[in-house]
């Protein structure tokens, strides 16, 4: 330790030496974290914030209780939730504004969405009642969706 | 003569049309709020304030839901309410409306109180393949709360309970414990030897 001390010390005296910082690439997280750019492009809310802020900063997108201690069934609500959110990825093609909150009360299913402006009214209520239906008979349990729309993305902040 | 009489009629008859537009439009409003979309609404729903309300038209007698039955209702000394959530602030909002619900409902409440909190951790390789060095942490933390009930009826017990669990926030659970009281029974009342006739000792020699 002392003998490291010394080197570290000699070098940063030395005006005419640099020393090189190296970091395996693995030792940066990278978990849902949109790097820092140039500048142009906007972030949501959710996205701009890292993990490591959920519960203090951030809500949870999916709320349900087999997470908890001397609960059960977590696998299969995240196999769940994973495939509700990838088919309503699908069906409500580029509408979707943020992430989707999945809530489960008692036996229900609630997908809460925030959508974008993009289709006529009919067709978000067709697609709406199409999901519910869907799901409902795929789940075996009653899907409800509580959807609100936007007219733009809401930015939160640009990297 | 004739005017009152064509008055009444009018007042009738609009009274019976504006009943409807208020039913049918109540129901339209409540499935707009269910669907939670903002749309503007159509212009018809607008003038439901206008109308007259005429309460008397449609009554119906409430179905009586009270059971009466023989045998006596279960005691319970203690009702133990514990709810887990991973968020703090969800359990203070939840205790509130509980302890108001047994305030409002008249349920005596005992203790309300926080257990504490129990944190999962898992570490784990941050890569899938070596890097041993680098690891990664995770969390899981579970928030408590007891709330805690006193001398309590089965059926007061069982109104409170379900009325809490149909508002339970989703991402909490509930495990509820109940302390019932029972008479004892009646062969254990009296100690036994007080019963046995009152026989003097006999002396009894041993036999050889």
């Known amino acids: ?159 | 003569m004739a005017v009152p009489m064509i008055l009444g009629r009018n007042i009738h008859s609009f009274a019976r049309i504006v009943l409807g537009a208020s039913q049918s439009g109540s129901i339209g409003l409540n499935t707009c709020r269910n669907r939670g979309i903002y749309t503007t609404l159509r212009p018809f729903r607008l003038t439901l304030s206008a109308c007259l309300h005429t309460g008397t038209v449609v009554s119906s007698q409430p179905s009586s839901t009270v059971t009466v039955t023989e045998e006596p209702d279960t005691l319970y000394q203690k009702v133990s309410v514990l709810v887990k959530g991973h968020d703090k602030a969800v359990l203070d909002s939840y205790e509130f409306f509980a302890t108001l619900t047994a305030k409002e409902l008249g349920v005596t409440l005992g203790k309300v109180f926080e257990p504490p909190k129990n944190i999962e951790r898992l570490t784990l390789l941050k890569s899938v393949h070596i890097f041993n060095k680098h690891r990664v942490q995770y969390e899981m933390r579970t928030h408590y709360r007891c709330i805690e009930l006193c001398h309590v009826t089965g059926s007061t017990a069982q109104v409170y309970l379900e009325y809490i669990q149909r508002n339970l926030p989703e991402g909490v659970a509930m495990e509820v414990t109940k302390t019932a009281m029972e008479r004892i029974p009646e062969h254990i009342l009296k100690p036994m030897w007080k019963d046995l006739p009152t026989d003097p000792p006999t002396e009894e020699k041993p036999n050889q």
Not at chain 1, 53 to 75: C, D
């Open chain 1, 1 to 159: 330790m002392n003998t490291l001390a010394r080197v570290g010390t000699s070098i940063c005296t030395n005006p005419e030496t640099r020393a090189l910082h190296v970091t395996a690439s693995c030792c940066k997280n990278r978990a849902a974290r949109i790097r820092v750019g140039k500048g142009d492009r906007p972030l949501t809310y959710e996205q701009a914030l890292h993990p490591h802020h959920i519960g203090h900063r951030k809500g949870w997108l999916s709320q349900h209780t087999s997470n908890l201690m001397g609960e059960n069934g977590a696998a299969d609500r995240t196999v769940e939730d994973v495939f509700v959110r990838r088919f309503i990825f699908g069906t409500f093609h580029n509408c979707l504004a943020n992430e989707i909150v999945i809530k489960r009360r008692g036996n229900m299913l609630v997908v809460c969405a925030l959508m974008l402006q993009r289709l006529p009214p009919q067709k978000f209520y067709f697609l709406i009642g199409y999901t519910e239906t869907l799901l409902s008979h795929f789940y075996k349990c009653p899907v409800k969706m509580e959807v609100q729309t936007l007219g733009d993305k809401a930015v939160y902040k640009y990297l």
